[in-house]
C-alpha cells in the first residue's frame, strides 16, 4: 500500500513542510527513537557532568573497604583498593564517549569521500579503490589495531585513528550505492550542461540528497565503535589506569567473578550494553524517519 | 460466486465520506460521494489527480491504507453491505466479487514467480487443483488474447513486454469471473500502439462478460470510447455525471467544460491559438470547503457559489453540481486564445544533423539505438520525435547534448559550426545554447537545493551572471515563466508538478540557447497543467526564437506545438516532414498505426489499424524494411529483404517505404472511405 503523501498542497500548489521538519517530527513519534536518545542523552550527562554527582572520587582508594559488596553506601559495592564501583561506572563513560564518536567521525568523513569519488567516477576508479577497500575490510580490526598500536604507541589518538579507518570503507560502501543511484538522475545530467566540476557535482549536487543514508550508517556504526573501543581497551589498548573506563575495569576484574565479587564487572558490562543499545535504538528510529 | 439473484445494481456508494490521517488530523478525501453503477454497466471516473479517484476504488473493498477511513456513507456491492462485512466475509468478496486492476502490472505481478503459477494459484483458491486450474488458466489467457498461452505460463512477468503484462494482469484479474471489476488507470504507462490493444481487449470482453467495470481514468478520451457513462470527480465531490457522449459533447459543469478545453483537439496548432488553462489549484485534501468547490477556479462564480454548496440538479439522466448549469458552457476562457502572428523568415539551419549512429554493446551484441539519422532545424521552429518506447528518441535527445558520445562518422553542427562529440570538449557558448528540458521534475530538479539556488546556478553558469545582474535577470526569468517570488525559497518537493517543470523550464532558459530539448515535459502532468505548460513554451518560442525538439507519446501534443515531425522506429527515421503532411497524410504506414492508436474524444474513429506483436529488438532488427514485422501494409518479399530508403515524397516530406507516394495516398484514403 503505497504511503498517502503527508503533507498536501495548499490552494496556491505549495507545501508548506520541509523535508527536515517531516523527519524531525516523525523521530518524536518514534518511540524507538526516544528510548534510545534518553539512554544515549543519560550517559552524555554522566560523561559531562558525572564528576559532580559521583558520591565518590572515582580514583579515591579505600583499602579498608575493597571488595565491599553492594550497600547502600556503595551502590555498587567497591573494587580490590576499595574504589566507588558505582561513581566509576559513571564517570568511565567519559572516554569512550569521546573516543567512540570522534572514530565514528573520521569513519563517516573518510567513507562519504571514498564512497562520492568511487560512485561517482564509477569505470576503472571504481573498480581499483573498491577492491582495495575491500582487502582493507577482510582484515580484522584487532589485528589492524594491535599492528597500529605496536608502531605507533598507545593512545587516545591512536584508537580512534585505527577504529576510524576501519570503519571507513563499510561507509564507503553504503554512500558508493546511494549515489550511484542517484547518478543515474537527471540533475546530474542537468549539472553536466552547466559544465560543472566533478567536485562541484560531488559536493553541492549529489552530497545532500545522500545525507540520510549515510546518517543512518553513521548511527549504526556508532554502535558498533563504542564496542570495539571497549573491546580495545579490555585488551589493554587505549584508555590506560587509573582513569576509570569500562572495559579496562572488566579487564582488571574479570578474573574475580569466580571469587564471588560479580558487581566489579556486571555493571561496567551493563554499561556498555546499555550504551550499545541505546544507540542502536535511537539508530533504528532514525533510519524509520527517514524511511518513512 | 454468490448464486442469488443479482442486485438491481452492481456498486451503489451513498453519502460516503472517506477521510485520511494526516498530522493527527482527519482529511477529508471523499465528500458525500453516491453513484451507482448497474449490472453490466460500464462507468468511468474522471478527474485530475488528487480528486479522490483511487481511493473511490480502494474504498469499494474497504482496502484503505492505514491512515485512511470511512467516515460515512454505505457501499453496497451487488446487494450486500460491505461496511458490515466482517474479515471473513470481507476476504470472500475481494476473491470472488470484485478485482482490480492497477496502472502498472510490472508491480501489480510477483517478479519471482512464473506468469502460469500466479494463475492457478487464483483456481486453487478457488478448489480447483492440478490439471485442471492450469486448463482453465489457458481458457483464460486465450481469453485475453495471448496467441500461446502455454509458453506465456512459463515465463516470469519481466520477461513479458508491458501490453501481454497487462493482459495477464486483466486474466488474472478474470479469474473468479466477477461482477465488478475496478480498472484504475490500467493504460496509463503504456504506449499508445499498446493501449489501444489493451482497450479494444476490454471493449472485447465486455461483450463475453456480465461483469460491470468501474474505469478510471485521467484521460477523458479513454474514458469517453470505454464508457457507458461518466462521471467528473473534483475535491472528492461528484460534479457532473451523465451518458459518456452527454457528458463530453455538452457539458454542464465548468469544471468539465474547462477540463475538455485544455486538450489539444482537432488538429489544434500553437500558430491558431492558446489553449485554454483552470487558474488556481485543486483544493488540498481536507480543506475546508463552504461553497461550491470549484468556486475558487471558476469565472462563473458568484457569492452564491462561494458560500452555499450546490446541489446535485438532476436534469433529466444527467446530474450537474452547479447553480448555473444553464450556463455552464458560456464559462470565459482563462487564457486568451489569440497570439500574435510571427513571420517566419527562412533562415540558415540553427542545427544540423547528418548521419548520426549510436550503437551499444548488449551481451555481446550491438545495439543500434539509432541509426543514420539526419535532419536540420531552423530557428524558431519545432521538431517533434514521435515513436513507441524504445524507438530511439530519447538517445537522439542525448546525442544532441552530448551527454552520450555518437558513433565516429556522424556531424552534429551548431549554427554552422561541428560541435564536439562530448559534452567536456564542447564550449561554454555550445552548450549553453541547448539545453533541455527533462520528463520528470523530481529527478532533474535536486532536491536539496531551493528554487533561487537551482534558477541562480543556471544563471551564473550559462549567462556568467553574478550579483546584482543576476538577482535582476533571476526575476525576469522567474516572471516569464509565471512563478513568483514566493516560490524561489522554497525546495522543489514542496511545489506541485506544473511548478516544478516551470522551474526546469526557467532552467534551460537560463543562457538565452538557440535550442531546448523537452523530453515528454508534460507526460506526467494534469491536462490543465500541460496546457499552462504547453501555451507557455509556446510562448517562450515566439518571443525568443528559440527551436524545440519536442519529444512525446502524445500525439495531440506534438501535434499542437510542432512544426515540423520525425517518427522514429528502432533509431531509424521513418518519416519527416512538415507537421501538417505527416499528420495529414498520406503517411508510413508506422505513422498511420501510430496516430490510429490514438483514443479520440469525438469518437470519429474511422480505420482501426492495430500493430500486432511489440517492437523487435534492437540486438536483432528485422532484415529489410525494420518494420515490415509489424506492418500492416507489407507487400511481400522485398520488404523484407531491402531496406528502403527515406525519400522525398514531397518537397520536405520524406518517407521511408517501398510503397510508392501515390499507392500509399490510394491506400490510405480507400481506409477513411470505408465504414468503420
Avoid at chain 1, 554522566?46 to 565491599?68: R, S, T, V
Avoid at chain 1, 543515474?184 to 559544465?195: G, S, T
Avoid at chain 2, 482537432?266 to 461553497?291: C, E, Y
Avoid at chain 2, 510562448?539 to 512544426?563: C, N, P, T, W
Wanted: proline fraction near 6%.
Amino acid at each position: 500500500m503505497s504511503a498517502v503523501q503527508t503533507s498536501s498542497p495548499t490552494p496556491d500548489g505549495m507545501r508548506r513542510r520541509g523535508p527536515l521538519t517531516e523527519v524531525f517530527f516523525s523521530l518524536l513519534r518514534s518511540r524507538t527513537f526516544l528510548v534510545g536518545f534518553a539512554i544515549v542523552l543519560f550517559w552524555v550527562a554522566c560523561a559531562l557532568f558525572g564528576e559532580h554527582f559521583a558520591p565518590y572520587d572515582p580514583l579515591a582508594d579505600d583499602i579498608i573497604n575493597a571488595l565491599a559488596p553492594p550497600s547502600s553506601e556503595h551502590w555498587f559495592g567497591t573494587d580490590q583498593i576499595g574504589r566507588d564501583v558505582f561513581s566509576r561506572v559513571i564517570v568511565g563513560s567519559r572516554d569512550i564517549l569521546t573516543v567512540a564518536p570522534l572514530a565514528t567521525l573520521l569513519a563517516t568523513v573518510a567513507g562519504t569521500a571514498l564512497g562520492l569519488v568511487t560512485g561517482y567516477f564509477r569505470g576503472l576508479v571504481d573498480d581499483v579503490v573498491s577492491r582495495i577497500l575491500e582487502a582493507f575490510m577482510a582484515i580484522p580490526v584487532v589485528i589492524v589495531a594491535l599492528l597500529a598500536i605496536v608502531a605507533l604507541g598507545t593512545s587516545k589518538t591512536t584508537v580512534i585513528v585505527v577504529i576510524g579507518l576501519s570503519f571507513a570503507p563499510i561507509i564507503a560502501r553504503t554512500v558508493r550505492s546511494a549515489v550511484l543511484a542517484e547518478r543515474e538522475l537527471d540533475y546530474v545530467a542537468a549539472a553536466q550542461l552547466r559544465h560543472e566540476s566533478a567536485l562541484h557535482t560531488m559536493f553541492v549536487e549529489i552530497l545532500p540528497n545522500v545525507i540520510p543514508p549515510i546518517l543512518v550508517e553513521t548511527t549504526v556504526r556508532l554502535g558498533y565503535a563504542i564496542f570495539a573501543v571497549a573491546t580495545l581497551s579490555f585488551m589493554g589498548f587505549g584508555i590506560q589506569p587509573p582513569s576509570p573506563d569500562w572495559g579496562l575495569s572488566i579487564s582488571n576484574n574479570y578474573g574475580m567473578i569466580g571469587g564471588g565479587f560479580w558487581w566489579t564487572v556486571l555493571f561496567d558490562a551493563l554499561a556498555i550494553a546499555s550504551l550499545v543499545i541505546g544507540v542502536n535504538l535511537a539508530a533504528d528510529g532514525v533510519h524509520g524517519a527517514l524511511n518513512d | 460466486m454468490t448464486s442469488s439473484a443479482k442486485a438491481e445494481n452492481a456498486l451503489e456508494l451513498t453519502d460516503l465520506s472517506v477521510a485520511y490521517r494526516v498530522t493527527g488530523r482527519n482529511r477529508a478525501v471523499l465528500r458525500n460521494l453516491s453513484l451507482t453503477i448497474g449490472q453490466g454497466e460500464a462507468y468511468g471516473l474522471v478527474g485530475e489527480s488528487g480528486c479522490g479517484k483511487s481511493t473511490v476504488a480502494l474504498t469499494v473493498v474497504r482496502y484503505l491504507p492505514r491512515n485512511g477511513s470511512i467516515t460515512g456513507g454505505a457501499i453496497s456491492l451487488d446487494g450486500q453491505n460491505v461496511m458490515k462485512l466482517d474479515a471473513e466475509a470481507l476476504r470472500r468478496a475481494r476473491a470472488e466479487s470484485v478485482s482490480m486492476v492497477y496502472q502498472d502490472p510490472g508491480k501489480a505481478l510477483n517478479p519471482s514467480i512464473r506468469v502460469g503459477r500466479q494463475l492457478t494459484e487464483i483456481f486453487e483458491l478457488g478448489g480447483v487443483s492440478g490439471q485442471a486450474a492450469t486448463d482453465r488458466a489457458i481458457a483464460m489467457l486465450n481469453r485475453v488474447r495471448i496467441s500461446d498461452p502455454v509458453s506465456v505460463m512459463q515465463r516470469y512477468p519481466h520477461q513479458l513486454s508491458g501490453g501481454m503484462q497487462q493482459r495477464v494482469a486483466i486474466a488474472m484479474a478474470l479469474a473468479n469471473d466477477p461482477s465488478m471489476l475496478i480498472l484504475d488507470e490500467p493504460t496509463t504507462g503504456l504506449d499508445a500502439t499498446v493501449e489501444a490493444e489493451v482497450l479494444d481487449l476490454i471493449a472485447q470482453l465486455r461483450q463475453e462478460l456480465s461483469a460491470s467495470i468501474l474505469f478510471i481514468s485521467h484521460n477523458l478520451a479513454v474514458v469517453s470510447n470505454m464508457c457507458d457513462r461518466v462521471g467528473v470527480l473534483y475535491a472528492g465531490m461528484l460534479v457532473e455525471e451523465g451518458p459518456t457522449e452527454v457528458v463530453f459533447n455538452d457539458p454542464r459543469h465548468p469544471y468539465t467544460v474547462a477540463l475538455l478545453r485544455c486538450l489539444p483537439r482537432g488538429g489544434q496548432r500553437k500558430d491558431q491559438g492558446r489553449l485554454d488553462t483552470i487558474p488556481g489549484f485543486l483544493p488540498g485534501i481536507g480543506a475546508d470547503i463552504k461553497g461550491c468547490a470549484f468556486a475558487d477556479r471558476c469565472a462563473l462564480a458568484d457569492d452564491r457559489c462561494r458560500s452555499e454548496l450546490p446541489p446535485l440538479y438532476d436534469l433529466g439522466g444527467r446530474l450537474s453540481r452547479c447553480f448555473h448549469h444553464d450556463k455552464a458552457q458560456a464559462l470565459p476562457r482563462a487564457t486568451p486564445s489569440d497570439v500574435a502572428p510571427v513571420p517566419k523568415p527562412a533562415a540558415a539551419p540553427v542545427l544540423r544533423v547528418a548521419g548520426l549512429n549510436k550503437t551499444y554493446a548488449s551481451h555481446g551484441h550491438a545495439l543500434r539505438a539509432v541509426k543514420d539519422v539526419s535532419l536540420d532545424l531552423r530557428p524558431g521552429e519545432t521538431l517533434g520525435l514521435v515513436g513507441e518506447s524504445g524507438s530511439g528518441k530519447t538517445t537522439f535527445a542525448r546525442l544532441l547534448l552530448g551527454l552520450v558520445p555518437p558513433d565516429e562518422g556522424g556531424t552534429i553542427e551548431l549554427e554552422g559550426k561541428a560541435l564536439a562529440p562530448r559534452l567536456e570538449n564542447r564550449s561554454d557558448d555550445q552548450i549553453k545554447a541547448m539545453q533541455i528540458v527533462f520528463q520528470n521534475p523530481d529527478s532533474a530538479l535536486n532536491r536539496s537545493h531551493s528554487i533561487r539556488h537551482l534558477i541562480g546556478r543556471a544563471l551564473k553558469r550559462l549567462a556568467g551572471l553574478s550579483g546584482k545582474a543576476l538577482e535582476a535577470r533571476l526575476n525576469d526569468l522567474v516572471h516569464s515563466v509565471r512563478l513568483t517570488d514566493r516560490h524561489l525559497a522554497v525546495k522543489p518537493r514542496q511545489l506541485s508538478g506544473g511548478l516544478k517543470q516551470r522551474v526546469a523550464i526557467a532552467r534551460a532558459f537560463a543562457g538565452d540557447p538557440r535550442i531546448v530539448v523537452c523530453d515528454e515535459p508534460t507526460s506526467a502532468l494534469d491536462v490543465s497543467v500541460q496546457a499552462a505548460i504547453l501555451n507557455l513554451l509556446a510562448d517562450l518560442q515566439s518571443k525568443e526564437d528559440v527551436s524545440y525538439i519536442f519529444i512525446s507519446h502524445d500525439l495531440a501534443v506534438v501535434r499542437y506545438l510542432s512544426d515540423k515531425i520525425a517518427v522514429l522506429y528502432l533509431g531509424r527515421i521513418m518519416e519527416l516532414g512538415p507537421s501538417e503532411d505527416v499528420f495529414s497524410g498520406p503517411h508510413h504506414p508506422y505513422t498511420e498505426a501510430l496516430l490510429s492508436a490514438v483514443p479520440k474524444l469525438d469518437q470519429t474513429e474511422t480505420a482501426r489499424i492495430r500493430l500486432d506483436g511489440e517492437i523487435p529488438s534492437a540486438t536483432n532488427p528485422p532484415s529489410g524494411c525494420v518494420f515490415h514485422t509489424r506492418c500492416p501494409r507489407k507487400i511481400g518479399p522485398i520488404c523484407e529483404q531491402q531496406e528502403p530508403p527515406l525519400s522525398e515524397a514531397q518537397a520536405g516530406h520524406s518517407i521511408r517505404c517501398h510503397i510508392p507516394y501515390a499507392e500509399l495516398a490510394r491506400l490510405q484514403k480507400a481506409v477513411v472511405a470505408e465504414p468503420a
